[in-house]
């Protein structure tokens, strides 16, 4: 079943903050996070499993509630290159490599 | 290293007809996932190929198919092409099928039917 993600879409200026959030409505094993940027193909960000975290990138974090089956990715002070689409996937326990990706949150920063 | 790669880059065919699309994974990966994707849409899971076999399967008729060889690449086959079918067709490699591992996107393939 396809995750949940929350903003559809948000607007930020550059040094902003911004929180997109994924839930999903079965246990999961894994989330997975990745950016596009238009005509591009999905880059990885990070992947966090059941009971603990990976960061992939300095000012890009993310949390793994698996409790409430959520997962937060985390952008400070946003610059002009974060813009794009996010999108997490997860994967849950009978199908563990077989990952599901959400609709989509696309950021836009202005300078 | 060359990273995925997918060929051809772009496609056009004709409602009926039949196409079929190319793969390579990252050196090292073993394992491909291939993905639809439409427009302002996340991409959605078709099948998953490891060790020569389909492994997973998402919610698409049986108008798709797949194959993998064994130095890993892989070929996704559409038949009875319809316009629904217009869309980017992504390729993704991985090690192994524990779901641990990240995947590497290729830059896809972008088709069109008419």
């Known amino acids: 079943q396809q995750p949940v993600q929350s903003p559809q879409a948000v607007i930020l200026r550059e040094g902003e903050d911004a929180v997109i959030n994924c839930s999903s409505s079965k246990a999961l094993y894994s989330v997975h996070w990745y950016r596009q940027k238009h005509g591009e193909a999905p880059v990885f960000l990070m992947i966090?499993?059941?009971?603990?975290e990976q960061k992939g990138h300095e000012k890009i974090s993310a949390s793994f509630n698996e409790k409430k089956q959520q997962s937060s990715l985390y952008l400070t002070a946003s610059q002009l290159s974060y813009s794009g689409t996010y999108f997490c996937?997860?994967?849950?326990?009978?199908?563990?490599?077989?990952?599901?990706f959400g609709s989509g949150t696309r950021l836009s920063i202005r300078p | 290293d060359a990273g995925v790669t997918q060929s051809p880059t772009h496609l056009i065919k004709t409602r009926g007809q039949q196409v079929t699309l190319r793969c390579s994974p990252k050196s090292g990966h073993d394992t491909v996932s291939w993905y639809q994707q439409a427009l302002g849409q996340g991409p959605q899971f078709i099948f998953q190929y490891y060790e020569e076999e389909e492994r997973q399967r998402g919610n698409f008729p049986d108008r798709f198919s797949g194959h993998q060889f064994p130095n890993y690449s892989s070929e996704l086959n559409v038949n009875a092409l319809l316009l629904g079918d217009s869309a980017l067709y992504l390729c993704?490699?991985?090690?192994?099928?524990?779901?641990?591992?990240?995947?590497?996107f290729g830059p896809g393939t972008r088709l069109t039917v008419l």
């Open positions: 996937g997860t994967g849950d326990y009978s199908s563990a490599s077989k990952i599901i």
């Open positions: 966090l499993l059941k009971g603990g």
């Open positions: 993704a490699s991985s090690g192994g099928l524990n779901g641990h591992n990240e995947q590497f």
